[in-house]
């Protein structure tokens, strides 16, 4: 900005300098002097503006200074240095950008230039509710179980806000109540839709609840049961030819399922194991397993307990919610494993143990890449997802120096194929990078049965850095 003297000087300049030359020269003379004169002049005020402002927790305002001398001449290129008397409230930066950093003031900001001070008032508020989420959005709970609701409380720009006060109510208390902290308990089943209400400064959020008998994924798969009964025989009687060396385990199973009793074992005897997890938008995703053999009960419920750890990870390292409302899972019915998506069928882990030799997969890893597959059809990217998740759920670290289960992978060998190019490429490219390629796949739905084609390629090759795009571009030609 410049001087308002200087200004003045130069604005008769201007006009004078036609008809009168030897006063231009005066006046240049003149503006010289004062120039010499303002560079030792003293800052003998200083006005910060605005006066007093008041600001949100995290928002930031800027403060200007006026500086002036002892005549009112308006200096720049001064130095300026800011303070807040209360950094715990409100902080300010070099630059006089005030942020406000919790409730309270007022407070006073000072700039200081050459022993010269001004100073303004700042208030800090707390932003109001501008709306408020409950999660789950959408939930079942079961009779006489509880299930904690969580709210969400944001303000207008989506910031979430916390020690805010929250009150819930339940729509039919007779059918489910909730407690101060967010708590239903299930009382009776067979009524409507019960809906939760959140509500904090007068804003508020709804979510939808269900109280049921049974855990809704089990009553699908139940409904399901004498189909998935007939289904599993057919499907072991397949397999009997092609493999007469575990010839015994299978006629094991043909037996159990040809057994007339078993839908009403199954069923009478309540062999089924339910969970939730809550999905990254807010869903209740059902986790149910059912299975044929009592003595199955532990092992299956794990595959619940295990697919509910995996499934966070996969939604993150995807940046997608899991594609489906419920995961069901068919335990011990069949031999081998089979499906993907979400409805799969897991060989029971201890037939599985007894017909494999010790260098097999563990159990887990096989359950993790049948949940993979329900965002990806590609062989190989689904491997690399099941040995990101067992060893994310393992040693909770992206990082493969730290993995346990590397499914036979030898870092940076010319001959590494599929999953093992995959694991060199992750190491190339980082976690960060590998996500994004993984989230743009998702939406190319490279199939099963296929090589990689040319454009899913290109996804590894673009998000590269670019020191090594060369060896990334060689790699994917292997997957
Ligand atoms: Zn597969």
């Known amino acids: 900005m410049p001087e308002v003297a200087e200004g003045y000087s130069y604005g008769i300049f201007i006009s004078c300098r036609k ?3 030897p006063q231009v020269l005066i006046f240049l003379i003149i503006i010289s002097i004062s120039a010499c004169e303002k560079k030792e002049s003293h800052v003998a005020t200083v006005t910060v503006s605005p006066a007093s402002v008041t600001i949100e927790i995290g928002d930031s305002s800027q403060f200007e200074t006026i500086l002036q001398d002892a005549s009112g001449n308006v200096l720049t290129d001064r130095t300026v240095s800011w303070s807040s008397d209360n950094e715990t409230v409100a902080t300010v930066s070099s630059s006089g950008v005030v942020t406000g950093i919790s409730e309270g003031g007022p407070l006073t900001i000072t700039a200081t230039s050459e022993a010269k001070s001004g100073t303004a008032r700042v208030m800090v508020t707390i932003a109001p509710v501008a709306s408020v989420l409950v999660i789950p959005s959408n939930a079942n709970v079961l009779v006489g179980k509880d299930l904690q609701f969580s709210a969400a409380i944001l303000d207008a720009r989506g910031v979430s806000l916390t020690d805010r006060q929250v009150v819930w109510s339940s729509s039919n208390t007779d059918i489910a109540e909730i407690s101060g902290s967010g708590l239903v308990t299930g009382l009776e089943s067979g009524g409507p839709v019960v809906t939760i209400t959140a509500m904090s400064e007068g804003k508020s959020g709804i979510a939808q609840l269900m109280v049921v008998d049974l855990p809704v994924g089990v009553i699908w798969m139940f409904g399901n049961l004498k189909d998935q009964i007939s289904w599993a025989l057919d499907y072991n009687q397949g397999l009997l030819d092609r493999n007469p ?4 385990q299978i006629e094991a199973k043909i037996e159990m ?17 339910a969970d939730d997890v809550i999905s990254v938008d807010r869903r209740q995703i059902s986790l149910s397993t059912v299975f044929p053999q009592d003595n199955m009960r532990s092992d299956a419920s794990q595959s619940v307990l295990s697919s509910k750890l995996a499934m966070p990870l996969l939604e993150e390292f995807m940046s997608t919610p899991f594609p489906y409302a419920d995961f069901y899972i068919w335990y011990g019915f069949i031999m081998g494993n089979l499906g993907g998506g979400y409805r799969i069928n897991m060989e029971d882990q201890e037939t599985y143990e007894a017909r494999t030799g010790p260098d097999r997969l563990p159990y887990e890893a096989i359950l993790f890449h049948e949940i993979s597959h329900s965002y990806i059809g590609n062989e190989s990217l689904t491997q690399f997802l099941e040995t990101y998740l067992y060893n994310m759920v393992h040693t909770n670290s992206p990082d493969v120096e730290s993995w346990i289960y590397m499914r036979g992978y030898t ?12 694991l060199d490429i992750y190491q190339l490219i980082g ?30 090759i673009d998000l590269a850095p670019t020191a090594v795009k060369n060896q990334v571009a060689a790699k994917v030609l292997k997957i």
């Open 257 to 273: 399922l040809d057994s007339p009793t078993l839908f009403n074992e199954i069923t009478d005897g309540s062999y089924y194991y």
């Open 245 to 248: 060396h575990i010839a015994t």
């Open 431 to 460: 976690n960060d990078n590998m996500s994004k390629a993984y989230k743009a796949l998702y939406l190319l739905s490279p199939p099963y049965g296929t090589p990689l084609s040319k454009e899913c390629q290109q996804v590894f």
């Open 19 to 21: 008809k009168h030359f």
């Open 411 to 422: 870092a940076w060998e010319d001959s590494n194929t599929g999953c093992s190019a995959l």
